[in-house]
């Protein structure tokens, strides 16, 4: 990449929401987001667009690919969002005297790559006065009249989850925040051991689905009783099921599933099962409802999992059609901390 691309990526003045929900990009560091939905088909690149989310749950979305004009050397980040059949197309509309290149083809017009499923296009522009060359690196999807290349396993970058979308239960004391995308969970101590999670839910996307969270969160190892973690619920009971760090006093944070009738009120015992010792705190959760089970796993960089537990029944103990992240500052001994905190940086669902 050039120094002036990366220049331009990490520009913190840009800010971008067409037609959508999504909380303004600001600050330094920050890759820039465009996110578009069906509203907005068919959708022309900007000159500023590096990574644009494409959400088609709404309908099937157009994104026309830039002019050759000013795009030599652009790299170029497309991701649909959303795990329906509705179709993200893409398409190259030059003018008549160019030509659209991709290794060894040639297109003057019309779609290039479709995208069926939750998938990326990584693309490199190459650019002379009468010609855009462009190299497609797709993860999936049907590529209409050219070759793909599979990188390997690769992050591109933070997308994230849109606070508007949550709802709360058990609220009490706590509240939210969101700066510069991330959305930051805090709690207050309630000076008891009684369970009192704080719980931020939404929709569950149609199964099968996964849901993967980048989160980082204080549960401290010295302190017991202290939880943060992502949930499948149920409407209809208020159940919900965490797969959770707890600090257990003084013997690092154990990673758990436990299950509570509440946010008051476990069920039975609780806990189902737990990992001591991990050696990591890991910052990335992946759940899923692969439509015969619930599934758990957990990375150290968000590209190679591995299971944290057995998997479940998916209706087992409950059927969840929502999913959330929760906090419980719970401890009775010396109140710290005053606040427990628990950010998203990351939340994709597939």
């Known amino acids: ?5 990366a220049a331009a990526i990490n520009n913190p003045s840009r800010t971008t929401q067409v037609g959508s929900h999504l909380d303004d990009v600001k600050g330094p560091n920050r890759f820039p987001v465009t996110r578009i939905t069906a509203a907005n088909t068919p959708y022309n690149i900007a000159a500023d667009d590096y990574l644009v989310v494409v959400d088609t749950f709404a309908g099937a979305v157009d994104v026309n690919l830039p002019d050759i004009v000013g795009q030599n050397g652009r790299v170029l980040v497309i991701q649909k969002s959303s795990k329906v059949t509705n179709v993200l197309s893409l398409r190259a509309l030059a003018t008549p005297s160019a030509v659209i290149d991709s290794p060894e083809n040639e297109f003057s017009e019309e779609s290039i790559v479709n995208f069926t499923e939750a998938e990326r296009a990584y693309m490199m522009l190459i650019a002379d006065e009468a010609r855009l060359t462009w190299w497609v690196i797709s993860q999936g999807g049907t590529f209409d009249g050219g070759p793909t290349v599979d990188p390997g396993p690769v992050f591109q970058g933070f997308i994230p989850a ?8 058990n609220q ?3 509240s939210v925040a969101v700066r510069d995308t991330v959305i930051t969970l805090t709690a207050p101590n309630t000076d008891s051991t ?3 999670y704080r719980v931020r839910y939404k929709s569950a996307p149609a199964t099968p689905w996964t849901l993967v969270v980048y989160q980082d969160n204080d549960v401290f190892d010295d302190e017991s009783f202290l939880k943060a973690g992502v949930l499948f619920r149920e409407s209809s009971s208020g159940k919900f099921e965490i797969m959770e760090f ?3 006093g003084g013997n690092g944070p154990v990673l758990r599933i436990n299950d509570m009738a509440s946010p008051t009120s476990n069920a039975g015992g609780g806990q189902v099962a737990a990992r001591n010792n991990l050696g990591f705190k890991p910052n990335w959760f ?3 409802d692969n439509g015969t089970n619930r599934t758990f796993e957990i990375s150290y960089d968000g590209i190679h999992w591995a ?8 209706t087992t103990f409950l059927t969840a059609n929502q999913i959330g992240f929760a906090v419980d500052n719970a401890n009775s001994t010396t ?3 005053n606040e427990l905190h628990m950010s998203i940086y990351h939340w994709v669902e597939a």
Do not use: L, T, Y
């Not at 990449?1 to 691309?5: I, P």
């Not at 944290?308 to 998916?314: K, L, P």
């Open 162 to 169: 849109n606070n508007n979308d949550f709802s709360w239960a």
């Open 335 to 337: 109140g710290i901390p």
């Open 286 to 288: 992946r759940i899923g």
């Open 194 to 196: 009684s369970f009192n």
């Open 307 to 314: 299971k944290a537990f057995a998997d479940r029944g998916r």
């Open 246 to 248: 707890e600090g257990p």
């Open 1 to 5: 990449m050039k120094a002036q691309d």
């Open 172 to 174: 009490g004391g706590a």
